[in-house]
Structure formats: C-alpha cells, structure tokens
C-alpha cells in the first residue's frame, strides 16, 4: 500500500513513519471498505489484508477500526501503518546543528532524502531525526533535494510551525547556496561571463514542475517565475584534477531545481548531475561524486523571539577548486 498521508492522524508516528492515508470511494461495484481495498492492492495477498482488517489495524477516523464488514460509504478516509520494507543503509550521517523547543536545524549530506519518498522511508532524514530525537511532531519546513547536502529546518512542535514556514512564504529567509561545474569551454578570466552574460549575473526563467515528469519543463514564452544571484567565488583545479568554476547562489524564489536548471541554461551544469541540462540514464548513487550542490547558509529573523538566527554549513563540496585561479569578479 503506498499513499502519503497529511497530519493530523488518528494514529501516532511509530518508528519515526507516519501512518498512510487512502482515499475510499463512497460507490462502486464493492459492497465493502475491505473489498475496495483488495481490488486497489490486487498485487498484495489478499488473506493478509483480510487479517489486517480483522486484527483493527486498518482504522477510520478517530482511530475507529474497519472491519471485513464495514460497508463501503461509511467512512471517506481509512489510515494504516505501511509494511516497512527492507532498506539498504545510506552510509552518511546528518548533523544536528542546533536544537531546541521549536526549531531543529541540521546539516543534511549528500544522498539522504529529507522525508520519506519512492524507495527510501526509515533512510531518510525525517525519519532519523524523529527516532534520533524521539520527537514525532518534527515536520520539515523546506526540503533539499535528495542529491544536495546542506541545512535543513524542522518545526519541534505544532503550536509554533505556521511562525517558521511563514518565512519561507513570505521569503523572509536568506539562503546562500555554493556550486561546483566544469569550467565553460569559452571562459576568459579577464571578462568571465555565463551564458553570455558578465558575472555577476541575476537570471531568470520561467520554471514549471509537471505532473508525473521527473525534470522541470522551462517555458521561455511564460513571465519569470524564478530568479538567482550567481557569483563566481573561483575557477582553478579540484582535488581529483578536474578544471572547475566555482558559484556562490543567492536564489531569490524557491522553486523547484531552480539552481540546477539555472546554471545548466548558462551552460555550466553541476557536477554530477544527472538530469539537468541532459537525463541521464538511472544507475547507483556514485559516491565519489556526489552532485556538487550545497546549502551553505540559512539566515533570518526567529518570528518568535525577534533575534537574529543565522546557520553555517560544516561540510564542503569536494570539487571546489585547490589551486584557485585569481579572479576579478571573486566573491566572498
């Protein structure tokens, strides 16, 4: 059974995963919830779904169990536990970097998912934090990409969520992101410029996320929708001898691969990206080269107690350049 189920819930979170809601039709050829549910899943044996419902593992609101019996229509939602499958550990840890009642901060590494999601549920970093902490309420308040490292904010407790994510609506949150890419064939020191522009450059497009597409579509015809600051903080050689441009991002919107699609359309795509500017065929994570994307600051007012909070980074990416070559428009 997959699904995502939003809170609150009649059931609690066990082992750090939320329970999964389904959707049930009030009509149809099913005379019960039970039968409706066998059809749906046809690929699961259908004797251990019955047991489920006879054991009241399978329950609707208010935590009421359906039975074998309970007639289709009574009930719009059911929520259930999802059998955990078995996961091959990711072999990186998150950080926590700060901690307290309302807010969890921390330095997520390359290839952790920030929630649940496809093949990864216990290995993601929602799910550590929530054992780790044994805090059930953590809820994520923005999201990395699964291939970037860097900060991430959790909400500790209900009562003050909507303060923190309203930063995020209101854009009241300075992030800095740093990049690595090969450097652009046609790059002069003396007038570096991507994409035909001189650095620093402010770009913009409109991006647009799509139902059942992987990538991102890009429709040049639409206003923008999307905006980053792109500073070149070096160019030089990496440890593993790769000639490379360093960025430093400021992106001003949040949507979705925003970074990613941005440097590819100026013609320096990441490092160890596999999508953009072209999708590559799906193969095992390469961890000697992680996608060369990082988080690096986090910065705002706390809604709360009106002090300043800003969160750095400890990790590095590991193609940033170790003999840097001199650059006039260097950032900091």
Same mark, same amino acid.
Request: net charge neutral; hydrophobic share 35%; glycine share 8%.
């Given at each position: ?43 699961? #044996?259908?004797?251990? @779904? ?83 902490? #044994? ?31 309203? &930063? ?10 740093? /990049?690595?890419?090969? @450097?652009?064939? %046609? ?29 991102? %579509? ?44 941005? &440097?590819? /359309? ?12 072209? &999708?590559?065929?799906?193969?095992? #994570? ?7 994307? &990082? ?35 260097? /950032?900091?």
């Amino acid at each position: 059974m997959m699904g995502h189920v939003p809170m609150p819930s009649p059931l609690p979170v066990r082992n750090g995963v939320g329970p999964t809601r389904l959707r049930v039709p009030t009509s149809g050829p099913w005379a019960t919830i039970a039968e409706y549910v066998v059809a749906r899943f046809d690929h699961m #044996d259908a004797d251990d @779904l019955h047991r489920r419902f006879d054991a009241g593992e399978i329950v609707g609101p208010g935590g009421v169990p359906i039975r074998r019996g309970t007639r289709l229509g009574e009930h719009v939602f059911i929520w259930y536990y999802r059998d955990l499958p078995t996961e091959e550990p990711i072999p990186f840890r998150e950080e926590i970097v700060h901690v307290d009642d309302d807010l969890v901060v921390i330095d997520k590494p390359h290839f952790l998912p920030t929630t649940p999601g496809g093949r990864y549920l216990r290995e993601s970093a929602l799910v550590r934090l929530r054992t780790r902490l #044994d805090n059930p309420d953590l809820t994520p308040i923005h999201r990395l990409d699964r291939a970037t490292a860097g900060l991430v904010m959790f909400s500790a407790r209900p009562a003050t969520r909507g303060a923190y994510q309203s &930063l995020f609506e209101k854009r009241r949150v300075t992030k800095v992101y740093e /990049a690595v890419s090969a @450097l652009p064939p %046609a790059w002069k020191p003396d007038a570096p410029a991507l994409g035909g522009h001189p650095v620093p450059v402010l770009y913009r497009n409109h991006i647009e996320a799509r139902r059942g597409e992987l990538r991102v %579509a890009v429709d040049p015809s639409r206003p923008p929708n999307s905006e980053t600051l792109i500073e070149v903080h070096g160019t030089g050689v990496s440890a593993s001898g790769r000639t490379v441009l360093h960025t430093i991002l400021r992106p001003h919107t949040g949507r979705m691969h925003q970074l990613r699609v941005h &440097l590819a /359309a100026l013609g320096a795509g990441i490092l160890g990206d596999s999508w953009y500017p072209d &999708l590559l065929p799906e193969e095992p #994570d390469d961890h000697s080269l992680p996608l060369q994307l &990082l988080a690096r600051e986090l910065e705002f007012t706390d809604p709360l107690y009106g002090a300043p909070r800003r969160f750095v980074t400890g990790r590095t990416l590991s193609e940033a350049p170790v003999s840097a070559s001199a650059d006039p428009q260097r /950032a900091g």
